[in-house]
């Protein structure tokens, strides 16, 4: 591949409006045959100007954040959630090591970049009290605490000894969004309100 093809990939990978690149999407710029495409990829890999994340998905920035975006798209409707939404916004002091969204698709775990993801199902019904945080849809604070009351009353996922700071979070929102959620969440959250105004809590 000569250097000037290469600044020239590169210049228009950087112009598409996307977090990541398909084999079908260098098809289209390059006008090379599949077989072709596949070596150039394989190509800029090994010289560390494209990452590949997966099968058929590749990237340029292979940044933490940046993958979060792109398995955030790749797996859709999600939005990240649950530890992982809670440690975005400070509330939970500890980083959680897997990016965790909920969605409304079957639970599933991949890897992306060597960066694990875990897909949480829950109920249709509850897809709802998210935002768009730069380019990636997060749980709104309250949301996310609620994510993971209704994923413990279930049996599947536990917050144990874990501090969390309330301070910035609205009782208010809180209790409006618990009254959606079924009667087994709604008694964690009816416990879980007694807690608020305090700097942090052991949820046991």
Known sequence: MQRISKIKLLKKLKEIDKPYFT???LWKILNLSKQSV?????????SGDLYRLRKNIYTLDNSPQNIQKIANLIYWPSYLSFESALAFYGILNQIPYTSIFATKLKSKKIDLGGQLIEYRQILPKLFFGYTLQKDLFVAL???????QLYLVSLGKARIDRDELN???VSKTKFLEFSKKFPPRTQKLAQKFLIQFGKTSITIK
């Open 38 to 46: 596949y070596v150039t990829c394989s190509r800029l890999v090994k």
């Open 141 to 147: 604070p309250e949301k996310a605490i609620l994510d």
């Open 23 to 25: 084999i079908n999407d």
């Open 166 to 168: 309330l301070k910035e």
